[in-house]
């Protein structure tokens, strides 16, 4: 089964600093989707951003952007001029070509200091 | 109104008591989701269904049973919970055919305490 980690648990960042929060993952398939999620204290899961492992340019959606790099299977997730909204637990998925099953990694919490 | 609705939000219940989470959804979609959610273990997959006909076990589905009752109804039992089933449920929907990339759809969550 694939398998997605992240290894860091919680994180800081200054308000209007960048961060990057890291994400690898585990699979024999050469074609997948790859996901990061934002949960706010509300805990309502939010889509972020999304990556297409095909498309050799990386994803980007105003403040955040991702860093994919296929050969090392690692999907990091960059927030640029970080706001206080950004406070919450990332998470980062991953679903094969099948479209069967998300596989979730185990979530980073992000701080953001004003 | 929310696409993907949940009741109920918050339940706290007794050792041993049968519980239903119920969830409801207007996106349409044939595919539906169950999971679980813990401190530093992200979200399990407790059981999922492509069609009202097709109900598919997940990584953790002991202790669980679902009904999908429509398009639009997917439900969680416990039958008899325990206090380790305390969580966060989330219910989601999907559509591979839409955006072609399968993204989950999440319900609001409810959470479950187990006494």
């Known amino acids: 089964a694939q398998t997605v980690t992240q290894s860091q648990p919680e994180m800081s960042v200054q308000e209007a600093e960048t961060v990057t929060l890291s994400c690898t993952y585990d699979?024999?398939?050469?074609?997948?989707?790859l996901f990061w999620y934002k949960q706010p204290p509300s805990r309502q899961m939010i889509l972020v951003i999304r990556q297409e492992a095909y498309k050799q340019q990386n994803a980007t959606e105003n403040r955040f952007s991702v860093n994919f790099q296929k050969a090392a299977k690692s999907f990091s997730l960059k927030i640029s001029d970080s706001q206080l909204g950004d406070a919450a637990m990332y998470f980062c998925?991953?679903?094969?070509?099948?479209?069967?099953?998300?596989?979730f990694g185990s979530g980073t919490k992000l701080n953001v200091k004003p | 109104d929310a696409d993907v609705t949940q009741t109920p939000r918050n339940r706290i219940t007794k050792t041993g008591k049968r519980i239903m989470l119920e969830c409801s959804q207007t996106?349409?979609?044939?595919?539906m989701y169950w999971y679980r959610q813990d401190p530093g273990l992200g979200l399990r997959l407790i059981y999922y269904?492509?069609?009202?006909?097709?109900?598919n076990k997940g990584e953790i589905s002991d202790g669980y049973s679902v009904s999908r009752q429509a398009q639009a109804k997917f439900s969680l039992s416990l039958e008899s919970a325990i206090p380790n089933q305390t969580a966060l449920y989330f219910c989601?929907?999907?559509?591979?055919?839409?955006?072609?990339?399968?993204?989950?759809?999440f319900g609001p969550g409810t959470r479950l305490t187990v006494l």
């Open positions: 699979t024999s398939e050469s074609d997948y989707y």
């Open positions: 989601a929907t999907s559509d591979p055919t839409g955006t072609g990339y399968n993204e989950q759809f």
């Open positions: 269904s492509f069609d009202v006909k097709d109900i």
């Open positions: 998925a991953y679903i094969g070509r099948d479209f069967n099953k998300f596989y």
């Open positions: 996106k349409g979609h044939d595919r």
